[in-house]
């Protein structure tokens, strides 16, 4: 009692707060005694870093840079304004620090402040700490999630977590836990697909990964993100309005929050876009009563880039930029992503009474809280000899090679795959991307080029005796070169096998080219650019074609569904994209990743999604199908699978029951696997509408060639329930009807029904 009342009004007695073996409240509660309102304030706010900020305006026009808010100029701001804040202690956190170098500078400068609060560095280390150079690139979420592997997320996010506090970076803004329903919006790569059940687990293995206890020196803050609805967007677009009903943003959307916040994820980042008529970043509802008072989240919200702004100058439903700030403060927001006037004009807000200081404290507390937690005041630092003993180290590079081989989906196969080296010696390689850095995919700086295993030089590498003459498509699929195709065309008449490796650029260096990532939304799903003709007229040679493809989005390839042997949905799987996409080609790995995302034919198709509710297709398209190119979690071996023998433990049970279910899994080809087994349940008649299946497992098992497995899953109360008609949680008596097997497909399961007793 007396060491809290002497922390709490004695500033000027012993600092606590920097007594490391001094409990972490008592540090925090002591450090918000001697601070001032403006230094508070401060807290509140990040910036970008310097370097960023003299990149821009060193490249940029003073008008282009007023009008684009991505490169983040602070107008009459200058980089010795940002450095003077620093020192005084007025700014509490950056992102867009690149290099620790810089890292540790600015926390020097944070170090010399009055009260010495280091910076929390925050990065977008989404798929490895990729955007910042020299670090380990793993396959980007969407093909992590293809792996259906919850203990490669754990280790990807845990060595991640290494390698950022290897460059002094602490908090990363990852994982994206939406649920991805429109292959338009450009940041479907980023997520882990479509299914909320998969995208729950995916994220909670992450933030697990990043966070570990939180009190480790190779420990980083999780952000689950974009909270919520953006991945529906009416148009496709990022950040356009998002309609959606209490009861999809309950059953779809908040699943994978609320489990990232059971998780113990401490930072949350609201989304671009306005939820039914509101925006999130002034969201009462999501914000207060969703994530406060409903699922107690003790950890901080940050905004997303300019998005308090926009509640001004975009939604308009602020008037002012101060009046923007007010709203979103008082909805629930702790931390402003990023910039000039939130420190003086909160300040005022709190000086005219509009906001109170105890709110204001509220937040800070929140932040200063994961500081102390995270080491930050014992060790400012990273030492910059040691930090490329742990970046790219050996371990996770062989991890990144693994993920590589587990993201990557074969589509199609008529037989030519696995490719016979003795068969085909000559082969053409061609298409954007055969030989392109851009299967690091979105969120990725350039990264060095020994660091990269490009296709084509993953072919060389892995056939070393095949002649693999190069036709160079250029990157940029908008500005094909017609004669390089006709070229292309020609050579593929005289070689013995074609490759054509096509899909999106994602590059953010080049940002205003790309097709495919943030902020780079489609309103159709086709390939870009000359590249069907690319594939149309090399296949023309009679030669069998490969088509690899290597992007975030789902794409509409339906010519070369229908008349290709053989398809690879690559994604961009990282650093190892080469070798991992030549050794499945080559049958060195056998292919086990399932899709995590349905494919549709066309964008008229959309929204397709595999767990509809049972009237979507009641009237089907005419002319063209109705159902996908290839359904959610498809996805082909070198091997078969058969499945036989499903048994449940029990046809009736109470509501707060179990059944257990049992399959056996035969591999039934002659080369070993791991087959990806999953579990849907459909509650047949219900009071309200139902989809007609939803995801509630699913395994990865291993199988001999001739093996089989039992796998048994059970299935608990949580996986039956729904929200009634007045928006109750419940699990309704009747029949359920359970399927298992390879893929969403119907064809492709086995069912069995139990029933839940009245
Ligand atoms: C994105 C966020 C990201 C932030 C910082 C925004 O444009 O929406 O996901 O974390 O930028 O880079």
Redesign the pocket.
């Known amino acids: 009692m007396a060491t809290v009342l002497l922390s709490s009004c004695s500033p000027s007695g012993e600092e606590i707060y920097k007594n490391p073996s001094a409990p972490v409240e008592e540090r925090v509660e002591d450090l918000l005694s001697r601070m001032t309102l403006e230094e508070k304030v401060g807290q509140m706010n990040q910036f970008v870093g310097i370097e960023h900020i003299k990149a821009n305006s060193a490249s940029m026009t003073e008008e282009e840079l007023k009008n684009n808010t991505a490169n983040a100029f602070y107008p009459g701001v200058t980089e010795k304004d940002v450095e003077r804040w620093t020192e005084q202690g007025l700014i509490g956190s950056f992102?867009?620090v690149l290099t620790i170098e810089e890292a540790n500078y600015l926390q020097s400068l944070a170090m010399k402040s009055r009260l010495q609060i280091p910076i929390i560095f925050g990065i977008?280390a989404i798929h490895g700490n990729a955007n910042a150079p020299d670090n380990t690139v793993y396959p980007t979420n969407i093909g992590l999630a293809c792996s259906f592997d919850t203990e490669m997320a754990y280790k990807i996010a845990r060595q991640t977590a290494k390698e950022m506090r290897a460059m002094n970076m602490h908090w990363t803004?990852n994982p994206n836990v939406e649920v991805a329903r429109d292959p338009r919006w450009g940041r479907v790569g980023e997520t882990f697909g479509e299914d909320p059940y998969l995208v729950t687990l995916m994220g909670v293995e992450s933030v697990k990964g990043y966070q570990g206890d939180l009190n480790r020196p190779e420990d980083v803050l999780a952000c689950i993100?974009?909270f919520v609805g953006g991945s529906q967007p009416i148009n496709g677009t990022n950040g356009s309005p998002t309609d959606l009903s209490e009861r999809t943003i309950r059953e779809i959307f908040f699943p994978p929050f609320k489990a990232g916040v059971d998780a113990g994820a401490m930072s949350l980042?609201t989304a671009?876009n306005e939820l039914n008529g509101i925006p999130c970043h002034s969201n009462e509802w999501l914000m207060q009563d969703v994530l406060r008072n409903e699922w107690k989240f003790p950890g901080f919200v940050v905004s997303?880039?300019m998005d308090i702004e926009h509640i001004h100058d975009l939604h308009a439903t602020a008037e002012n930029l101060k009046e923007a700030f007010y709203q979103s403060i008082e909805a629930g927001m702790d931390m402003h992503?990023h910039g000039i006037h939130w420190n003086e004009m909160v300040v005022e807000l709190v000086k005219e009474g509009r906001l109170s200081e105890k709110r204001i404290t509220e937040s800070v507390r929140r932040i200063l809280d994961i500081k102390f937690r995270l080491g930050l005041f014992e060790q400012p630092y990273a030492d910059e000899k040691k930090s490329m003993e742990i970046r790219l180290s050996a371990e996770h590079r062989a991890t990144a090679l693994e993920a590589a081989r587990n993201s990557i989906v074969l589509l199609k196969n008529d037989g030519v795959l696995p490719l016979d080296a003795s068969k085909y010696k000559r082969v053409l390689v061609t298409g954007i991307n055969a030989n392109d850095m851009n299967v690091l995919g979105d969120w990725s700086a350039v990264q060095k080029n020994e660091n990269v295993s490009t296709i084509l030089q993953g072919l060389q590498q892995i056939a070393p005796d095949t002649r693999f003459d190069f036709v160079d498509q250029g990157w940029d699929p908008r500005n094909m070169d017609q004669r390089k195709v006709n070229e292309a065309a020609a050579l593929a008449k005289q070689v013995d096998l074609n490759i054509v490796v096509a899909g999106e650029y994602m590059m953010r260096f080049r940002w205003a080219d790309r097709t495919d990532g943030?902020d780079t939304d489609r309103s159709d799903i086709d390939l870009v650019g000359l590249q069907n003709e690319l594939i149309e007229k090399v296949a023309a040679s009679g030669k069998p074609t490969i088509l690899i493809l290597v992007n975030g989005r789902p794409l509409g390839v339906e010519w070369a569904a229908e008349n290709l042997p053989a398809i690879v949905e690559a994604w961009a799987p990282g650093m190892y994209a080469g070798q991992a996409v030549a050794e499945i080609l080559y049958g060195k790995v056998n292919p086990t990743a399932k899709l995590a995302i349905t494919i549709p034919r066309s964008v008229g198709q959309v929204q397709m999604i595999y767990n509809h509710k049972p009237s979507q297709y009641f009237h089907p398209y005419v002319v063209k199908p109705s159902t996908p190119l290839w359904p959610f979690g498809h996805g082909l071996s070198y091997t078969t699978y058969d499945y036989s023998d499903l048994r449940i433990s029990s046809k009736e049970i109470a509501a707060d029951g179990t059944v257990d279910v049992q399959v056996k899994i035969t591999n039934t080809g002659n080369r070993d696997g791991v087959e990806i087994t999953q579990l849907y349940i459909r509650d047949t008649y219900s009071s309200v509408t139902r989809p007609v299946k939803e995801l509630k497992d699913f395994a990865r098992i291993p199988l001999k060639a001739g093996e089989s497995k039992a796998v048994t899953f059970t299935i608990t109360p949580d996986k039956l329930g729904f929200y009634d008609k007045n928006m109750k949680w419940i699990i309704e008596p009747g029949e359920f009807k359970i399927m298992v097997g390879p893929s969403s497909s119907d064809e492709a399961l086995l069912t069995e029904t139990f029933t839940v007793k009245k």
């Open positions: 992102l867009h977008d803004f993100k974009h980042m671009h997303d880039w992503m943030e």
